[in-house]
Nanobody, 120 residues
């Protein structure tokens, strides 16, 4: 079973920073794509940022220039550095990983979510 464990959420004032982490564990062969999503109450999850195994990144327009996604392939971990946070960034953030298991069967796994609250 593939497991994702997130950490780093919390309460921060507008203009502040937070760094989210997501560690992937289990019997995996590869992690091809790692992404961060967020979800507002009563809304569907929206893609925030993604990073491929080769390091190519993409961002939602709403976070470009403020958020940075990175990964440590040696530790199967993805990070989301969030700077210049705004109240509208308040949401539950979810980590997602897509890849292959040791059996070469694919997986698409999610973390449990971590709350980010931006408020004065």
């Amino acid at each position: 079973q593939v497991q994702l464990v997130e950490s780093g959420g919390g309460l921060v004032q507008p203009g502040g920073s937070l760094r989210l982490s997501c560690a992937v564990s289990g019997r995996i062969f590869s992690i091809n794509l790692m992404r961060w999503y967020r979800q507002y109450p009563g809304k569907q999850r929206e893609l925030v940022a993604g990073i491929t195994s080769g390091g190519s990144t993409s961002y939602a327009d709403s976070v470009k220039g403020r958020f940075t996604i990175s990964r440590d392939n040696t530790k199967n971990t993805v990070f989301l550095q969030m700077d210049s946070l705004k109240p509208e960034d308040t949401a539950v953030y979810y980590c997602n990983a897509v890849g292959l298991r040791l059996t070469r069967l694919g997986y698409d796994a999610w973390g449990q979510g971590t709350q980010v609250t931006v408020s004065s």
